[in-house]
């Protein structure tokens, strides 16, 4: 009977280390009683020691890591940035889906795109500022919303669009700056998209 912890080939009931007819189980498999050869470790799990008797000895990829097939005797590598493992026994890392992304390798979540800042697509290492004429106020956003009519913003990764003051108006979306009333038009309040005219017997001189 060929004990736990070896093999035996070639019919033999000892591993007759040295001799060509089995041996001491080696790394990265486990050797049950009576094995004619090693079983080896499923991919997710490693295995860093000789004479493993059974698969309890295989153990689970650490978080962060991966070990991509079978028979390892230590993970294949840490997750690459732009991935994660945030499980134990893994055989891959899973990509960080659009709205967020990892810049460290090993890493174990992906974090979300700060308000201001977007990202839509997988596998990233960063986010992107929102352009100007547009903004987003939450987290974890595959694209910026347009400023409204009404408002713009002048700047890049903006949380809120600023509104038109008084006197000024704007009618499209996504845009950078407000425009003057004409003369003979007005706007009394902030963030209008349009100028109203002026009524019988009154006006404007300026813009």
Not at 124 to 137: E, I, L, Q, R, Y
Not at 179 to 205: E, H, I, V
Request: hydrophobic residues 30%; contains cysteine; aromatic residues 8%.
């Amino acid at each position: 009977m060929c004990q736990a912890g070896y093999y035996c080939t070639s019919g033999a009931s000892d591993p007759a280390v040295g001799i060509g007819i089995g041996g001491l189980c080696p790394i990265g498999a486990y050797c049950p009683a009576n094995s004619t050869s090693p079983s080896l470790c499923p991919a997710g799990t490693y295995q860093p020691s000789t004479g493993a008797t059974n698969l309890s000895y295989c153990l689970p990829c650490p978080v962060g890591m991966y070990c991509a097939e079978s028979g390892l005797a230590a993970p294949t590598a840490l997750c690459a940035a732009g991935a994660y493992a945030n499980e134990t026994g893994k055989s891959q890392c899973a990509v960080c889906e659009g709205g967020s992304f990892s810049n460290t390798t090993g890493a174990t979540e992906c974090l979300l795109c700060a308000p201001g800042y977007y990202q839509p697509g997988s596998n990233t290492t960063a986010c992107m500022a929102c352009a100007v004429g547009s903004f987003v106020n939450s987290t974890g956003n595959r694209a910026c919303d347009f400023c409204g009519p009404g408002s713009f913003t002048n700047a890049t990764a903006q949380t809120v669009c600023q509104l038109c003051e008084r006197g000024y108006y704007q009618d499209a979306m996504n845009t950078t700056a407000c425009l003057a009333c004409a003369p003979g038009a007005f706007t009394n309040s902030t963030g209008s998209s349009r100028c109203a005219l002026c009524s019988s017997g009154s006006y404007t001189n300026a813009t």
